[in-house]
């Protein structure tokens, strides 16, 4: 994947692409799409983070957002899809933060 001077990751040491392979993103993040993942830098609240769930071996792009105790969840943009609720001392694994989206037009 080329990254451009337009991408504020372009010096990032980890950086790679993902297709977003279902609905649960949709309607901001559609099926199809890829999606430029920075593992270099850390989440802030409201960044679309690429994460891994050891216990259920998947990976899922969801939004990031802290709580008062603690912990964080990840929340999907499709209401079908439910969120999880984690603490920093879970077995999931957050691979890097969404950077850019690229989509097919044709």
Request: with cysteine; proline share 5%.
């Amino acid at each position: 994947i080329i990254i451009d001077h337009h991408n504020n990751s372009i010096n990032s040491s980890f950086l790679f692409g993902v297709e977003m392979k279902d609905e649960s993103m949709a309607p901001e993040i559609k099926k199809g799409t890829i999606v430029i993942i920075d593992g270099d830098k850390k989440p802030q609240p409201g960044n679309f983070v690429l994460v891994y769930l050891n216990k259920k071996n998947q990976t899922l792009l969801r939004k990031y957002s802290e709580t008062e105790d603690s912990s964080y969840q990840l929340t999907p943009c499709n209401d079908l899809w439910a969120a999880i609720n984690a603490n920093f001392t879970d077995p999931i694994t957050i691979l890097g933060v969404a950077t850019e989206l690229r989509i097919n037009l044709s």
